[in-house]
């Protein structure tokens, strides 16, 4: 169903909720996989994307109508995210490497990566990005989110994430390679 | 030896990391329609339902300037109704009738001495409010036990 149609069905009371349904069942893994791959466990994965959709159902009376639906969740998402990261931060007082060491833990234990060397060593080299570089680099390289649409949902120049995208490979090379000559 | 590593020569898995329970998308959107309906109503539905209707800068505004009347009303209401006199402009304002009386009738005896340094006494003030000859005073005086001595 296309947004426009979900969104018109949202606006009616009577069929407020089954578009809404409708509109959760279209994006939950897209958001799901956003929100995963930021926060690396599953229980918290699924908490913040309850809460994103939470907030889509609080806000979407107020969304306007001509703007994307989809950059406007992955924005909902997005935030979500970094505000998770810095709470975890504050409320345990721990230092970014500590909170990094954590979601690095969380990585080893996924069995998702397991007897896949090269691909836990590019998990652990996108870990160490800061936040922001992180989600511009998941975004470009795992979803395939043009610059022009990730510049929309960051509120940040397209030069800017261009850069941002091109360091984090560099870094994320460099990483690879240490730990490579490291083993 | 360093061996080199090229992200672009690495085969991308959209989906690195372990997938969700099973079902778990089957699941997630009933979930998150019970929570949407357990949600209770913020409140602006109703009295202030008119606000979601405003843009987001006027919403704004209109707090600041509720935040500002707020201060201002009560920056207002904790100032003195009237600047506060002074004691001797508050002094003479009092009738003399009132407070020959006010002397009178307290506890608080008037020497000579006061008497004396009272210049600005008016001359009939004994006719009116003593009723009494000039000879009947003297009299009344010096009857009275001095505590006063002149030197």
């Known amino acids: 169903m296309e ?29 799901y996989w956003h929100v ?30 001509d703007a994307s639906l989809y950059t406007w969740i992955y924005r909902i998402a997005t935030n979500e995210c970094l505000s998770f990261l810095s709470s975890k931060r504050r409320r345990f007082f721990l230092p970014i490497n500590d909170v990094g060491a954590e979601l690095a833990a ?47 949902i960051t509120g940040t120049s397209v030069g800017a994430l261009k850069a941002s995208y091109h360091h984090a490979v560099k870094k994320i090379e460099q990483y690879v390679m240490e730990e490579s000559t490291r083993d | 030896m360093n061996t080199p590593f090229r992200l672009d020569d690495h085969k991308r898995r959209s989906q690195p990391l372990a997938s969700p329970p099973d079902r ?63 004691s001797a402009t508050a002094l003479a304002a009092v009738p003399q009738a009132e407070m020959v009386q006010y002397l009178l009738a307290s506890d608080q005896r008037v020497t000579l001495s006061d008497l004396a340094e009272f210049s600005n006494t008016p001359p009939d003030l004994s006719d009116a409010y003593l009723q009494a000859s000039a000879a009947e005073v003297q009299d009344a005086l010096d009857s009275q036990p001095s505590e006063d001595p002149y030197y």
């Open chain 2, 24 to 86: 778990y998308f089957d699941q997630l959107p009933s979930r998150v329609m019970a929570r949407v309906q357990t949600t209770p109503d913020t409140g602006l539905a109703g009295t202030w339902g008119w606000l979601r209707h405003l843009s987001a800068p006027v919403r704004t505004a209109l707090a600041s300037a509720v935040v500002l009347g707020g201060f201002a009303t009560s920056f207002w209401l904790t100032q003195p109704a009237a600047p506060v006199a002074s």
């Open chain 1, 36 to 65: 995963r791959k930021m926060v690396i466990d599953h229980d918290d994965a699924d908490d913040l994307t309850q809460d994103v959709f939470m907030k889509v159902w609080n806000n979407l009376a107020n969304f306007r109508r």
């Open chain 1, 106 to 152: 969380k990585l080893e234990a996924d069995p998702g990566l397991a007897g896949d060397d090269i691909e836990r060593r590019l998990q652990k080299a996108i870990l160490r990005l800061p936040d922001k570089q992180r989600l511009v680099f998941n975004m470009k390289y795992y979803d395939e989110i043009t610059y022009e649409q990730m510049a929309e």
């Open chain 1, 3 to 31: 947004d426009q149609e979900i969104l018109a069905k949202f606006d009616d009371p009577a069929s407020r909720n089954v578009a809404f349904n409708q509109l959760v069942r279209k994006y939950q893994q897209k958001v």
